[in-house]
């Protein structure tokens, strides 16, 4: 799936070093489903992940919940 014009974004945390960020785009119809990209801003046009909406927040109510541990060495 082509995504070389989708907007990424990056948690305003993640400062403009370009490290260890994750980055999600909203790829909303177009000839497709809606779907959630993820990628590594390290790697930008390395291997994508893409999630439906529901799967998306799935996994973001369990990261706000702890369930994954923290990136602390947990």
């Not at 014009?5 to 909203?26: F, I, P, T």
């Amino acid at each position: 799936m082509d995504v070389s014009k989708v907007r990424w974004r990056r948690s305003s945390l993640s400062g403009n070093n370009g490290g260890n960020c994750v980055e999600v785009a909203e790829l909303k119809g177009a000839g497709h489903a809606d779907l959630v990209a993820v990628r590594d801003s390290k790697d930008p046009e390395g291997p994508k992940l893409f999630f439906t909406p529901a799967e998306w927040d799935v996994f973001l109510n369990g990261v706000k919940a702890g369930e994954f541990g923290s990136s602390l060495g947990d």
